[in-house]
């Protein structure tokens, strides 16, 4: 959606010969109107009151967060002479005198500007430098502003940084980029670093208001909100979309720009209809749900959207489950809000992301499918059905409490105890729509963290399987016998059918893993059984797995992990 909203040339269609883009004429004048950049404006202010002006400054950040207008208030700081023609470097740049003036209307001849994007070359650079030896024709210092600086090719770069290890007194360079991994570290090293922050929500709301207002334009809080969320943490890109959405409600003889006259120039769908749909998929009432999206589909939607939609709720969903606070995301309307709380209450986390796996891959399967509506009514009989589903860790709990659970149909899959009968559904699920059915027991969400201790073999069989290395992981667990393991040592036994380069790529692996050393090697000794052996020995004792095995005579035991779903 930004990328329609951030084309100026769409705001300007409708507008008046004397229209400016709003993200133009409310560009920031001076370092205290960067909003939401705080700490880079007060390192800044620190430095040009001390005097302490560095030789190049990086600036990094997503794009639209402002790093050329800072690049502008920098070069514009640093040559400022004050309303007298008497100042020196200052925080506060007037914006009167020639320099700042200059500076601000892009034709200052001692600040000089080029996009590295669209002139990467080894000349481009050249040329740019070329007057770098001689001094500011009028200003105190020569301002070099590259944008996107880590497009430059590496012979660029090289030349740049001769400059740059010697640049005369009166140089100064400011740099911006949006992937600053990609600058090598010899320049780096050679600037001040900046890294400007995506905008928050409240801010760019207070921006866009504060506009909107000197603009004399009406604006719906909702709208506001819709804006600031399109916007992505970019001022720019919202102020495109006030632009846009101000010149249509004036089009149309609109008073006021309206939350649904946003919502209709964004493209959004309006959330109330994906509410209902998740809401039908998730009471397992796949008739209705179709329904809906044949109606969203007939009123223009793209059914890979509605999916995207789907992912969005369900996300959010979850964050509000685990932090309720995120449900006060000002981007939301009241109904959604209270709607959205409501729904994170009674759906549980194992069934939230468990619909979010289903839904991501189903996106995929939309995507390449030939017929994405096909696709997406698949997949919404797909997360219906399983919201009929007990997860593992409700059936446990149904048994443990007494409750029958029916036997396995004739196509369960091994792992998962049957498609419950819906007078258990709602129960089971996690899912009821109604608030007051009885609370659901909630498995614990496990965190999976990075760094991972290898205290076993069993740790590294689980940082294997954490790596999506689900080969060797299983490899691990069913085709070894471990004889030794030590901190960054292991040998094992491997079956005859294990492939003979095991040992090697386990190794190779865990080094690349842990930053440490493993060797890893394969010996003739019996070892001890196999993790899987292991697990299975033990699920077996284990008297609620037992009562499980009875409940489910043609299950199996195929996986067994700790954190279920
Ligand atoms: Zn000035």
Not at 5 to 18: E, F, I, L, Q, R
Not at 464 to 475: G, P, Y
Not at 500 to 505: H, T
Request: hydrophobic letters at 40%; aromatic letters at 4%; one cysteine or more.
């Amino acid at each position: 959606m930004t990328d329609t909203a951030s084309d100026p040339a769409a705001a300007t269609g409708t507008s008046a010969a004397n229209y400016r883009v709003l993200a133009r004429k409310y560009r920031p004048a001076r370092f205290t109107d960067l909003i939401g950049q705080e700490a880079v404006v007060r390192t800044l202010t620190n430095a040009i009151t001390s005097g302490r002006i560095a030789q190049g400054y990086m600036l990094t950040g997503v794009r639209g967060v402002g790093k050329t207008t800072t690049a502008r208030l920098i070069a514009r700081a640093l040559n400022c002479i004050g309303p007298d023609g008497n100042g020196g470097a200052t925080p506060d740049p007037c914006g009167v005198c020639v320099h700042c003036t200059g500076i601000a209307e892009d034709r200052h001849v001692d600040v000089l500007e080029m996009d590295a994007a669209s002139r990467t070359g080894i000349d481009d650079i050249r040329e740019l430098l070329d007057g770098v030896r001689y001094r500011p024709t009028s200003a105190r210092y020569k301002v070099y502003i590259v944008d996107e600086v880590h497009m430059l090719s590496e012979k660029a770069f090289n030349a740049l940084l001769k400059t740059l290890e010697e640049p005369p007194a009166h140089v100064k360079f400011i740099f911006a980029t949006t992937e600053i991994r990609k600058v090598p570290v010899t320049v780096l090293s050679r600037c001040q670093r900046f890294d400007l922050r995506r905008i928050e929500s409240d801010d760019l709301i207070r921006l866009f208001s504060d506009v909107a207002k000197r603009e004399a334009a009406k604006v719906e809080p909702g709208a506001m909100a819709l804006i600031a969320r399109a916007a992505d943490g970019s001022a720019r890109d919202g102020l495109s979309i006030l632009d846009q959405a101000i010149s249509q409600a004036a089009g149309a003889g609109d008073q006021t720009v309206t939350e649904q006259a946003v919502r209709d120039m964004l493209g959004l769908a309006d959330r109330a209809r994906v509410f209902d749909l998740f809401d039908a998929v998730m009471t397992g009432d796949a008739k209705s749900a179709l329904g809906m999206l044949h109606d969203q589909y007939a009123a223009g939607a793209n059914p890979v959207v509605v999916v995207q939609d789907l992912l969005e709720l369900v996300h959010w969903l979850t964050r509000v489950k685990i932090s309720p606070e995120t449900a006060r995301d000002p981007g939301l309307a009241e109904t959604e809000r209270t709607r959205g709380v409501t729904m994170a209450k009674a759906l549980s986390v194992a069934v939230l992301s468990r619909s979010w796996q289903m839904l991501l891959k189903g996106l995929s399967e939309a995507r390449s499918a030939p017929l994405p509506l096909q696709a997406v009514e698949m997949i919404l009989i797909r997360l219906a059905y399983a919201s009929d589903l007990p997860t593992p860790g409700d059936a446990l709990k149904t048994l443990q409490s007494g409750g029958v659970v029916p036997a396995a149909p004739k196509v369960t899959p091994a792992t998962t105890p049957s498609p419950a009968p819906r007078a258990m559904a709602v129960g089971s699920s996690g899912y009821s729509p109604t608030p007051q059915s009885r609370p659901i027991a909630e498995p614990v969400a496990t965190q999976t963290t990075e760094a991972v201790a290898l205290k076993s073999f069993a740790d590294v069989a689980l940082l294997f399987e954490r790596k999506r290395e689900i080969k060797l992981a299983a490899l691990l667990k069913r085709s070894v016998r471990l004889v030794r393991f030590e901190d960054g040592r292991i040998e094992f036994n491997p079956d005859k059918g294990a492939p003979a380069d095991l040992a090697g790529l386990v190794g190779k692996h865990l080094t690349q893993w842990t930053g440490q050393r493993w060797v890893v090697s394969v010996v003739n000794a019996a070892g001890e059984k196999t993790l899987y052996e292991q697990d299975e020995e033990r699920a077996k004792a284990d008297p609620l797995i037992k009562s499980l095995l009875e409940a489910f005579p043609r299950a199996k035991i195929d996986r067994i992990s700790r954190a279920e779903e």
